[in-house]
């Protein structure tokens, strides 16, 4: 379970700092999207809410 926790809250991190992080620091190859931005925010508050949710789970087992 602990391999999937860790999984979900480094996916997190690398979704925000792909996309979140990119869109108020542009690089130079491509343009991150407002789209892009809204959905890299919605990805990774369910990849943290998912990681916190199975976290608890295994603290009460």
Do not use: N
Request: aromatic fraction near 10%; charge should be positive.
């Amino acid at each position: 379970m602990s391999v999937i926790i860790d999984f979900l809250t480094d996916g997190a991190k690398i979704v925000f700092g792909s996309t979140v992080v990119g869109f108020f620091i542009p690089g130079i190859t491509s343009e991150v999207t407002k789209t892009m931005f809204i959905a890299g925010g919605i990805v990774t508050a369910v990849f943290l809410i998912l990681a916190v949710i199975l976290s608890k789970q295994v603290q009460k087992s």
